[in-house]
């Protein structure tokens, strides 16, 4: 019997306010209510009402201005266009995916994954390593770690690629549930292997996504490292000047 999970007290109130935007109860350039307004009309903690405002700043649906307040910015014009690399990674069905797994392993964990996954340096987790390519030319290569454990019960360890996602496949086969993803973007060199994989010269870099998908406790159960070759990429980005 699998069991759902309700999204933590913060998320449900950003998207009730949010709600509120989209319907004109809370009209572009207008004021939201105050921190103790929403403690007293919601009966949420004050913590509870600040992270849900945040979100909000966070994604573009309000802005604080010093001396005013937070003011109601409307749909954030680029709301849809947001570059999901960790939505993809997650939903991705690996049968169907225009490349091949190269790897499924145990491997010590990489330092960079161990404090989001929670385990000791040097513990080995099970990674599966998807290659993406687009007319024979590698452009993506997604590596995704697991606590071996979340294994047991699964095919995660198998070396033929899943029909599905691996979201699902966790979902269906721990009967867990993912509530919400962090990505952190950086550049790096790649590791010698990563380079091969990748098609790189010495010394070209590469654009890290790190995904890391949580459960509604915030415990990571999956991190995606998914590589870009840089020299490949074009990032886009659209804001309001204040």
């Known amino acids: ?6 999204a933590p007290k913060y998320v449900r109130l950003a998207q009730t306010l949010q709600g509120r935007i989209e ?6 350039g207008t004021l939201v ?3 103790n307004q929403l403690v007293q009309a919601f009966g949420m903690s004050r913590p509870t009402v600040v992270r849900a405002l945040d979100l909000l700043k966070r994604d573009g649906w309000l802005e604080s201005r010093q001396g005013y307040g937070t003011i109601v910015r409307g749909r954030p014009e680029v709301v849809e266009q947001k570059d999901q690399r960790g939505r993809e990674a997650l939903e991705r069905d690996e049968s169907a995916s225009p490349g091949r797994l190269v790897q499924v392993d145990r491997v010590p964990v990489p330092r960079r994954v161990a ?23 590698p452009v993506e290569l997604a590596s995704s770690y697991f606590p071996v454990g979340m294994a047991d019960g699964t095919d995660l360890a198998e070396s033929t690629p899943l ?15 993912l509530d919400h993803v962090t990505e952190r973007v950086s550049a790096r060199l790649p590791s010698k292997e990563e380079a091969g994989l990748l098609a790189l010269g010495t010394g070209e870099p590469v654009l890290s996504v790190l995904v ?6 915030g415990q990571a159960l999956q991190v995606t490292d998914v590589l870009l070759p840089a020299d490949r990429q074009e990032l886009e980005d659209t804001y309001r000047l204040g």
């Open 33 to 35: 209510p105050s921190e």
């Open 115 to 137: 404090s989001f996954l929670g385990v000791p340096k040097r513990t080995r987790v099970l990674v599966r390593r998807l290659l993406i390519e687009e007319d024979g030319e």
């Open 23 to 28: 319907d004109g109860t809370y009209p572009p």
């Open 212 to 217: 890391v998908a949580c459960d509604v406790s």
């Open 1 to 6: 019997m699998a069991y759902e999970v309700a």
């Open 163 to 177: 029909h599905g996602s691996l979201r699902e496949h966790l979902e269906s086969r721990k009967k867990v549930r």
